[in-house]
């Protein structure tokens, strides 16, 4: 099939690419000037998707690398690294964040362009990796050298069919494909259209190997779902940060779109590589997608719980694993207390707030549970468990058991005794948001929350931000209640 008119829309104008050429040529000069200047043994290279050409439209952030002589101590590259990088941050008058990856790095907001300066090792030839950030220059060099110009359009292709159904992103709030694995998954099939024609047949821990390393079988990539080796290493797998949901999204993607492709069906086919249109919240004031929200939670007859708290300030990267970690071990605790969560997710802003959501077909329990013992066949057994218990005790099937009132009648009351200081250490939480949920979390059911969405969301001073967000969450809980709208159009 011919992209051509859809390539138009993902290319970035001749115009983006002059401005930001310029911007990346002028950021490496002032840091290698001042390298030589100074006598720091540094340079800077441009890597990542604008170096390799494979950026979309007006998603051009800039990757500059400062790599250092293999030999030089850490501590030097640290220190030296980010002094070059807020010094070309001040030269052009920039807005820096630092920000911590194997080490610091620093982003800048230099002409309007997001740009990462981030001290890395010059490995040279075969030199094992001191740090995660060293291969990306090699990964650059890479694809520039393998990747030929008509494929750099079908990269562009995949990007964006991957951003849309919602499988484009490495970091762990994703869990999807990185920009370097499109690009090797294309050097592998030739074509976007190809690489779509072969993941609709892939199978759990589907294996590619480039260089023929004869790796991908190893025991340490046994777990993931896709294998692709690093062509510049074969002991990495480039897919170990693709959770099995985000690969299972794009199999099925892929074969609903290709369904249209061979039917011809050229209006189907676009809708694929523009967001989606949500008809059912088209026009609609938050307080109207709130009430569509609460009448279709009410329709399930299921009961949904939230919980509020705010979190510290910590980076996105290491925020997302402990939020996971902890809602998922509080719904474990909740099954175990035989109350059954159907569904669980989570929002957050990334910088002041966040909302776990859980949705329960069994939120009430009875006055009294049968607690079982020993079976009954060991006798010592049964005579111990009666010592405990007296004279309750009766058999029950193989086992002796006795009828005991519930400490927790509700799946409310049983996540405020887990959420206090004192009984926390029964689940799983993140180390950094444990003070803020167990001091400063609120519990509402999902009707009582969104009754009140504007205050709720009224913590940014920016009334517009405020119903941005407001927005971004109830997108969320409209996803989480009609599940697979992406992949499928």
């Given at each position: 099939m011919n992209y051509e008119l859809i390539l138009k829309e993902l290319k970035p104008s001749q115009e983006e690419r002059d401005a930001i050429y310029e911007t990346t040529k002028k950021v490496i000069d002032f840091i290698n000037e001042t390298c030589e200047k100074e006598g720091i043994n540094a340079k800077a290279n441009a890597v990542g998707s604008v170096a390799k050409n494979t950026w979309l439209k007006g998603n051009s952030d800039i990757d500059i690398f400062i790599s250092f002589p293999y030999d030089e101590e850490m501590d030097y590259l640290k220190e030296k690294g980010l002094y070059l990088a807020y010094k070309t941050n001040e030269a052009f008058d920039g807005k820096a964040s630092e920000h911590y990856a194997s080490h610091p790095y620093l982003t800048c907001?230099?002409?309007?362009?997001?740009?990462?300066?981030v001290p890395c090792y010059d490995l040279g030839e075969d030199k094992p990796i001191k740090s995660a950030v060293d291969r990306t220059i090699l990964h650059t060099n890479y694809i520039k050298s393998h990747l030929s110009k008509e494929q750099e359009d079908e990269v562009l292709l995949l990007k964006k069919f991957m951003a849309v159904i919602g499988t484009y992103g490495s970091e762990f709030k994703t869990g999807g494909f990185a920009g370097y694995l499109c690009e090797l998954l294309i050097l592998n099939y030739g074509t976007f259209e190809d690489t779509l024609r072969a993941a609709q047949k892939w199978k759990f821990h589907t294996t590619i190997d480039l260089e023929d390393f004869g790796t991908?079988?190893?025991?340490?990539?046994k777990?993931?779902?896709l294998v692709f080796i690093d062509p510049t290493d074969e002991n990495r797998n480039v897919g170990a940060a693709l959770r099995i949901e985000r690969f299972v999204d794009f199999i099925v993607a892929s074969r609903n779109f290709l369904a249209f492709v061979d039917d011809e069906n050229l209006d189907k086919i676009s809708e694929f590589f523009r967001p989606l249109k949500k008809q059912h919240l088209f026009n609609k004031s938050n307080e109207e997608i709130a009430d569509y929200i609460v009448e279709s939670f009410n329709d399930r007859q299921t009961q949904t719980l939230v919980i509020k708290f705010p979190i510290p300030e910590m980076s996105a990267d290491a925020l997302h694993p402990q939020l996971l970690k902890t809602i998922d071990s509080i719904c474990e605790k909740l099954e175990a207390e035989e109350f059954s969560v159907f569904k669980h997710a989570y929002w957050t802003d990334e910088e002041k707030c966040v909302i776990f959501t859980i949705e329960l077909n069994v939120f009430k329990q009875g006055k009294y549970y049968i607690h079982q013992g020993p079976k009954v066949w060991p006798q010592k057994a049964c005579e111990n468990f009666k010592a405990k218990w007296g004279d309750a005790l009766y058999p029950l099937d193989e086992y002796m058991v006795l009828t005991r009132e519930r400490q927790f009648k509700t799946a409310k009351e049983f996540i405020t005794h887990l959420l206090k200081l004192e009984n926390i250490h029964i689940?799983?939480?993140?180390?950094n948001i444990k003070e803020a949920i167990c001091n400063d979390y609120a519990l509402f059911e999902i009707d009582e929350f969104l009754n009140d969405l504007d205050n709720h969301f009224n913590y940014d001073a920016d009334k517009m931000n405020s119903e941005e967000l407001a927005f971004d969450y109830l997108n969320t809980l409209d996803d989480f209640l009609n599940p697979g709208q992406y992949i499928k159009r």
């Amino acid at each position: 099939m011919n992209y051509e008119l859809i390539l138009k829309e993902l290319k970035p104008s001749q115009e983006e690419r002059d401005a930001i050429y310029e911007t990346t040529k002028k950021v490496i000069d002032f840091i290698n000037e001042t390298c030589e200047k100074e006598g720091i043994n540094a340079k800077a290279n441009a890597v990542g998707s604008v170096a390799k050409n494979t950026w979309l439209k007006g998603n051009s952030d800039i990757d500059i690398f400062i790599s250092f002589p293999y030999d030089e101590e850490m501590d030097y590259l640290k220190e030296k690294g980010l002094y070059l990088a807020y010094k070309t941050n001040e030269a052009f008058d920039g807005k820096a964040s630092e920000h911590y990856a194997s080490h610091p790095y620093l982003t800048c907001d230099i002409d309007g362009y997001e740009v990462d300066i981030v001290p890395c090792y010059d490995l040279g030839e075969d030199k094992p990796i001191k740090s995660a950030v060293d291969r990306t220059i090699l990964h650059t060099n890479y694809i520039k050298s393998h990747l030929s110009k008509e494929q750099e359009d079908e990269v562009l292709l995949l990007k964006k069919f991957m951003a849309v159904i919602g499988t484009y992103g490495s970091e762990f709030k994703t869990g999807g494909f990185a920009g370097y694995l499109c690009e090797l998954l294309i050097l592998n099939y030739g074509t976007f259209e190809d690489t779509l024609r072969a993941a609709q047949k892939w199978k759990f821990h589907t294996t590619i190997d480039l260089e023929d390393f004869g790796t991908a079988n190893d025991k340490i990539f046994k777990e993931d779902p896709l294998v692709f080796i690093d062509p510049t290493d074969e002991n990495r797998n480039v897919g170990a940060a693709l959770r099995i949901e985000r690969f299972v999204d794009f199999i099925v993607a892929s074969r609903n779109f290709l369904a249209f492709v061979d039917d011809e069906n050229l209006d189907k086919i676009s809708e694929f590589f523009r967001p989606l249109k949500k008809q059912h919240l088209f026009n609609k004031s938050n307080e109207e997608i709130a009430d569509y929200i609460v009448e279709s939670f009410n329709d399930r007859q299921t009961q949904t719980l939230v919980i509020k708290f705010p979190i510290p300030e910590m980076s996105a990267d290491a925020l997302h694993p402990q939020l996971l970690k902890t809602i998922d071990s509080i719904c474990e605790k909740l099954e175990a207390e035989e109350f059954s969560v159907f569904k669980h997710a989570y929002w957050t802003d990334e910088e002041k707030c966040v909302i776990f959501t859980i949705e329960l077909n069994v939120f009430k329990q009875g006055k009294y549970y049968i607690h079982q013992g020993p079976k009954v066949w060991p006798q010592k057994a049964c005579e111990n468990f009666k010592a405990k218990w007296g004279d309750a005790l009766y058999p029950l099937d193989e086992y002796m058991v006795l009828t005991r009132e519930r400490q927790f009648k509700t799946a409310k009351e049983f996540i405020t005794h887990l959420l206090k200081l004192e009984n926390i250490h029964i689940i799983k939480v993140g180390k950094n948001i444990k003070e803020a949920i167990c001091n400063d979390y609120a519990l509402f059911e999902i009707d009582e929350f969104l009754n009140d969405l504007d205050n709720h969301f009224n913590y940014d001073a920016d009334k517009m931000n405020s119903e941005e967000l407001a927005f971004d969450y109830l997108n969320t809980l409209d996803d989480f209640l009609n599940p697979g709208q992406y992949i499928k159009r």
